[in-house]
DNA sequence: GATAATACCAAGCAATCGCTTGGTTTGTAA
DNA sequence: TTACAAACCAAGCGATTGCTTGGTATTATC
């Protein structure tokens, strides 16, 4: 399945916006501009105009401010463990499936769903306690994916360290990307990128 | 030399301010409030509290509420090129001077000035650009310790991955750990989790 | 003990914030 | 055409924001 098929049947479900509706534009934008200027930077004026309307007319959509945060972070992670579940799919060894993950999640970071990915890490403290609660659930359901294949090599001893320290070090290292890796000016490929974090862990690269 | 020596000499020179005296209190309280809850949510009002003045009075210190958050990035950068510094001394290998950087950088994340590191990462983007071009001149000068050591490792086949690349990766994952890494309530140490970070990169733990 | 700088207070201003309100347009289905 | 809901506008309210102002303690220096 290809990642707009993954979109397109997320839509359906109806667990993800349509990006051409009216509350997906507003979800894109929001997404952009928190991003950019961060949540609290970000008026409420300025998401109107992002989408065209009035800001008294962004309340005809969402209750409040915060609840467009969430909603950005919610579909977020609902798009992304239906694309990590994907590329897991494809992989057969522990080894493939790791640099599935690590591939799949360098490319929502760097990607698309960039700017989302970034909001989830960086406008973390914006978030009510309530709507932390609710992000959270969902966040250890694609965190089990990890520890699930970090624990296998584990066993194997093809991995060292411990599988839980390394995911929380894979998932510092990974975000951070989004600072510095520009891929329109520098030889470095997302492929690249991948490879390279596999050699780093001790897993060389297969030709 | 001693965190503290280190600290009470960069205070003589004027680098960094006594958190004993005013303005180091405030920034100190400062470095807390924009760590707990960010920068655009901490009000002048709640600063002074903090230090309890009203909240006209901080404006004899600062100029404006951002050269506050300058200053807090500025000194934790300054006391932390010392740091570095110092741990690199006492190393004589290369190995040893990586996890001496490690072993520090997590020191300084986690530790006393753990509040200013995290400001630094999760901040940056209520700076001016005229602040950020400021703190970017000093960041760049730590950055060259790490890649001088990495680049040396690299040089002798004992890091098969890119300095670049792997510093960055490091700078996201060691970061990272102030999310999650709780001494208190887990059995890792520092020195554990340093040890972790050595065997993730492919240096077996030294008994 | 006079002088001057430093540190602070009390009060409030202008701007901006999230959000509300009452009413109008647009789209949909019978 | 009628009926009705969803989508939007125009206007603005109350609260909060960073910062200013004019004046008063406090401290150091000679």
Chains 1, 2 share one sequence.
Do not use: C
Not at 5 to 31: F, H, M, T, Y
Not at 39 to 50: K, P, S
Request: net charge neutral; proline share 3%.
């Amino acid at each position: 399945m290809s990642q707009n098929q993954i979109l397109q049947s997320l839509i359906a479900e109806n667990l993800v916006s349509d990006p051409q509706g009216a509350r997906g534009r507003l979800l894109k934008e929001a997404a952009r501009l928190f991003r950019e200027k961060g949540y609290e930077r970000t008026t409420v004026r300025d998401l109107a105009a992002a989408v065209g309307i009035q800001s008294g007319s962004l309340f005809h959509h969402f209750h409040t401010k915060e609840e467009i945060l969430k909603a950005v972070m919610v579909e977020t992670i609902r798009l992304n463990i239906a694309l990590m579940q994907a590329a897991m799919e494809t992989a057969e060894t522990p080894k493939d499936k790791l640099r599935a993950l690590v591939r799949a999640e360098l490319e929502s970071i760097n990607g698309q769903t960039g700017e989302a990915m970034a909001v989830l890490v960086f406008e973390w403290r914006s978030l009510s306690a309530d709507s932390r609660v609710e992000v959270l659930k969902l966040r250890d359901f694609y965190e089990a994916l990890w520890l699930d294949v970090l624990g296998t090599l584990r066993e194997q001893k093809r991995l060292l360290a411990d599988p839980f320290v390394v995911r929380r070090m894979l998932t510092g290292a990974l975000s951070w990307t989004v600072t510095w890796y520009r891929p329109e000016r520098g030889g470095l490929t997302l492929d690249g990128l991948a490879d390279q974090v596999m050699v780093m862990l001790g897993f060389p690269a297969t030709p």
